[in-house]
């Protein structure tokens, strides 16, 4: 986008001491959100929020310092979108990962100053005809972002088909963390997981989640709000959700970093991704006409009396 098209998005969306766009790395669109609860920005490509600082807080979310910014790649970090499918597509191995949503171009729809001197952006995938061979439905895709004391994100999937539409999706977060093996993660005590590392095989959690390797699990059918107790950064991350019956937890390691090429040399160490989602058996069926809201919503809380 050029600027004359950046000037045109700022006359028309931005809002001061709220909203603003500029051109980011490889001319990649940004916004800026800024109010005095908190810092986020998203790239229009992908609809992906890239960086969520509350203020008087480190960072939330993890964006690698090796993160590639290229046209129809998502960056590696932020809440990359995985819709219509999660994961590899069911049946056609051709088809993108996670989906079409994440390296596509969305548009700017809404932006909102409320009240409480929170900022909305609401953007709007973008249909292109390359698309149609993909995912030949006749649906509609919005990411409705609010930014206040907590993020809230949803994804909202309009079925404008006379048929029920099947999607699995998720909002694959990349939370920052002071080291991975100093973190754990509540909430998922006892529900089932498919964890992929070990090939699918099903497995109970029990008690709290640590990470000491490549981890890579589904939780099924919870509407559970997960924990990642941070004493390195004295703070817990609350990651509450509605709408989702899954809920992604997933660090790459060393090995698997290193073959994605995008995580650095340790970049995996100061990452975990809680993805609200529904994969695999949580896939929804949206009615004809209908639509179906995913939401994660993302607050911090300071933690004083933990030590590490
Ligand atoms: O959500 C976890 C996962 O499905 C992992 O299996 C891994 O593939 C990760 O997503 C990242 O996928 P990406 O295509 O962004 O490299």
């Known amino acids: 986008m050029n600027s004359s098209e950046i000037d045109s998005l700022n006359r028309r969306f931005g809002i001061p001491n709220h909203v603003h766009f500029s051109e980011g790395p490889s001319a990649f669109v940004i916004a800026e959100i800024n109010n005095f609860h908190a810092r986020v920005t998203l790239c229009l490509q992908g609809a992906q929020v890239l960086t969520f600082q509350p203020i008087n807080q480190e960072p939330v ?18 809440i990359p979108v995985c819709w219509p499918w999660f994961g590899p597509h069911a049946s056609d191995a051709q088809k993108p990962a996670h989906g079409i949503a994440r390296s596509s171009m969305w548009s700017i729809i809404e932006t909102v100053a409320l009240n409480d001197g929170a900022t909305r952006v609401v953007l709007e995938l973008v249909p292109v005809p390359e698309h149609r061979a993909l995912w030949p439905h006749e649906t509609r895709v919005q990411l409705h972002v609010s930014v206040g004391p907590s993020l809230t994100v949803e994804l909202v999937t309009h079925n404008e088909s006379a048929q029920p539409v099947q999607i699995s999706e998720a909002l694959h977060t990349y939370f920052h963390v002071s080291d991975i093996e100093s973190v754990s993660v509540s909430g998922l005590d006892g529900c089932k997981y498919v964890d992929k590392v070990t090939g699918g095989a099903p497995a109970i959690q ?53 073959k994605l090429g995008d995580m650095g040399d340790n970049g995996f160490r100061s990452m975990l991704c809680i993805e609200s ?32």
């Open 277 to 308: 989602a529904n994969a695999l058996d949580d896939i929804v069926s949206v009615a004809p006409g209908k639509e179906h809201r995913l939401t994660t919503i993302i607050s911090v809380e300071r933690d004083n009396d933990s030590a590490l």
């Open 61 to 78: 979310l993890y964006v690698s310092k090796s993160a590639r910014y290229v046209g129809g790649k998502s960056v590696r970090g932020g």
């Open 206 to 258: 029990q008690q709290a989640i640590t990470i000491h390797g490549e981890t890579d699990r589904v939780y099924l059918n919870t509407a559970a709000e997960c924990v990642i107790h941070d004493p390195g950064l004295h703070r817990r991350i609350h990651v509450a959700k509605t709408g989702s019956r899954s809920t992604v937890v997933w660090n790459p390691w060393t090995e698997k970093a290193l």
